[in-house]
């Protein structure tokens, strides 16, 4: 036996609140903004998406969904594991998907520069939001930038409520 098969895990937190049993009608509503979200986009596309911007948010619990559902969706380990650099990896990816992350990343993170009318008025740079637009067409682009607003809510109620992660089975949810 290994060290590590002899260590003891720390113990799992408990959940600061139920939110989806108190606020049920929100919980429904999420989900159904969720499922029209992920209308028209590749299934491996979109748990990339969900997996960067929970990765930049620190939700382990979308974290261990999304990754569970990506391998599900038939992704590589490889690509999973080299999604937090992905800068550095960029030959693991399409253009396409390099194009996802990025905007994934200059929505989630919403820093565009230090100052608005560098960027053409908005947080999210010119180039950035150009770049996904040569790689998506008006109806994909809008499905994506609502599947990156979806996500980064869900990530802000598991992290706010202290939702615990590894119970999710692929499916469970949707």
């Known amino acids: ?19 989806a049993q108190h606020a049920p009608e929100v919980y429904k509503a999420m989900v159904r ?7 028209g986009l590749d299934a491996k596309l979109f748990e990339l998406v969900k997996i960067r911007a929970s990765q930049l948010n620190h939700c382990a619990y979308c ?7 990506a391998l599900a969706a038939g992704e590589s380990i490889a690509r ?3 999604l937090s650099a992905w ?8 253009e396409q998907e390099l194009a996802a992350i990025e905007l994934t990343e200059a929505v989630t993170v919403l820093n565009g520069g230090t100052s608005r009318t560098k960027s053409g008025g908005g947080f999210v740079p010119d180039e ?7 790689h998506f067409d008006e109806v994909q ?8 607003i979806v996500i980064n809510s ?14 999710y089975t692929p499916g469970q949810h949707g």
């Open 141 to 148: 682009l809008t499905q994506l930038i609502a599947s990156i």
């Open 128 to 134: 950035v939001y150009e770049r996904a637009a040569k």
């Open 1 to 19: 036996m290994s060290n590590q098969e002899n260590a003891e895990y720390a113990p799992e937190h408990t959940p600061r609140l139920a939110w």
């Open 87 to 94: 800068e550095e990896s960029k030959h693991f990816y399409t």
């Open 80 to 82: 999973i594991v080299q």
């Open 154 to 167: 869900w990530n802000r109620f598991a992290v706010t409520t202290r939702m615990v992660p590894g119970h």
């Open 63 to 69: 974290l261990d969904m999304h990754t569970k559902d």
């Open 33 to 39: 903004l969720d499922g029209a979200a992920r209308k």
